[in-house]
């Protein structure tokens, strides 16, 4: 099929222009339409007798420049710095570079993949913690904050919407880290990540904070879980359901880890488990652990100590926002054991804060290995995510934990110190998650 443009001056008169001087002519007439509007660009089917002149060579280099494009489309990468909240912000959760508003104010966010709400301390908060940037919604265009009418306020629970106006803000409180909350107001800003402007993006606006402050993030949150008001929820086709992150060392001073946001880049080598669904707590990632062994023993636990059961909650779930790994209480104590045998430290263990089961390094050359075995895979953990070294003393600790009496302690938790220098990937849309193994120091 081919085509000609002829062109309509302010005169009305239409002429028919040879191609070798169509992209001058093109360029000039833009350039009037910008400053008067008077030009006006038409497409005529060739065939017409007032079109006589064709572009075929023209349409070719618009094919071409459209396969070129899509092809750059389809291999964008996002990808996001990430640290050690342990350096930056004296903090145990890991950070990454994120920008509220129009213009663009930059924050630090807690990465966290078993939270959806977003959340940031917003200027004027005089509770927050004192290391805190705090947005300004006064200086960015594009803040909006969000009425009790809004469908997306009563999906909180501690929302106070029930005694307000349906034109009153929408206020909530929630929780965090168990004795830990803080109030806010659910809002709307665009949200960039690397070169990625996500409009209209909902996260709460903390205007103070209650309980044990330090236990908060301390300049805010990125929520990667499941659910509605998540990351992967709220940027819809965008990301394709898949995200990954690598977590550098807790001890690294540097954004060297990162956050890799939809399919493209992610590794080839990555070995899969499935993901499994808990209608009661949608935003976790719950993946089937099997056993665990240590060394080439595979420690006998208690039956039904890594079973899911959707409804105790029970089962295994990988979180960043965790530190230490945890075992339900019985599990652990057999793991332990084990561990404490392979290594046969000859002075015996101590206990140093969590962790119970602390040896001499002058004693124990080698410390034996620690394998999840996850349905479809072993995870075998390297010695830097099996071992944590006291700074103090010549002291290592089985980096490991049971989990707390005053927490859902049937919930066994795969923790961020397990997760550095490998790549996390979750692929909801597939519902698996998978490890690589990457440095990312």
């Known amino acids: 099929m081919r085509y000609l443009i002829a062109v309509h001056v302010a005169s009305s008169v239409a002429m028919a222009i040879p191609y070798s001087r169509l992209l001058p002519l093109l360029l000039f007439l833009l350039h009037l339409s910008v400053a008067s509007h008077a030009a006006d660009l038409r497409l005529f089917h060739s065939a017409d007798r007032h079109s006589p002149s064709p572009l075929d060579s023209a349409l070719a280099l618009a094919r071409a420049a459209d396969a070129s494009r899509l092809a750059f489309l389809s291999s964008k990468r996002t990808s996001v710095p990430i640290a050690s909240g342990q350096q930056v912000l004296q903090s145990s959760a890991y950070v990454l570079r994120a920008k509220l508003g129009s213009p663009p104010q930059q924050l630090l966010l807690a990465v966290d993949t078993s939270a959806d709400v977003a959340w940031a301390p917003c200027s004027p908060c005089a509770s927050c913690p004192a290391a805190a940037s705090q947005f300004l919604p006064a200086n960015s265009s594009t803040y ?216 001499s390094t002058d004693e124990v050359a080698v410390a034996p290995s620690v394998t999840l075995r996850l349905e479809g895979l072993d995870l075998t953990l390297p010695v830097e995510n099996t071992l944590i070294h006291s700074s103090a003393t010549p002291l290592a600790c089985l980096a490991m934990a049971p989990a707390p009496a005053n927490v859902n302690s049937v919930v066994n938790v795969i923790a961020s110190l397990q997760q550095q220098n490998l790549r996390v990937v979750v692929d909801t849309a597939n519902d698996r998650l998978g490890f690589a193994r990457e440095l990312c120091n």
């Open 144 to 359: 909006t904050p969000l009425s009790c009418s809004s469908s997306w306020c009563p999906q909180f629970k501690g929302q106070s919407c029930a005694d307000a106006a349906p034109s009153g803000p929408c206020a909530f409180t929630q929780s965090y880290g168990g004795d830990s909350s803080f109030s806010a107001l659910l809002v709307q800003d665009s949200l960039s990540l690397d070169s990625d402007v996500l409009p209209n993006y909902l996260f709460g606006c903390v205007n103070s904070v209650d309980g044990a402050a330090a236990n908060l993030p301390k300049q805010g949150l990125l929520g990667l879980g499941r659910g509605p008001m998540s990351l992967l929820s709220q940027s819809g086709n965008l990301y394709q359901g898949v995200f990954s992150y690598c977590l550098p060392s807790f001890k690294s001073y540097y954004f060297s880890g990162s956050l890799r946001l939809g399919p493209v880049g992610q590794p080839k080598n990555a070995r899969f488990t499935p993901l499994l669904k808990n209608p009661h707590r949608p935003s976790l990632y719950y993946v089937n652990l099997v056993g665990v062994k240590v060394g080439r023993v595979l420690v006998a636990v208690p039956p039904d100590s890594f079973a899911f059961d959707p409804a105790t909650g029970a089962g295994t779930v990988v979180d960043s926002g965790t530190v230490i790994t945890r075992f339900v209480a019985t599990a652990y104590a057999a793991i332990r054991d084990e561990f404490r045998r392979q290594a046969n430290a000859s002075s015996g263990y101590t206990s140093l804060g969590a962790f119970d089961t602390c040896f």
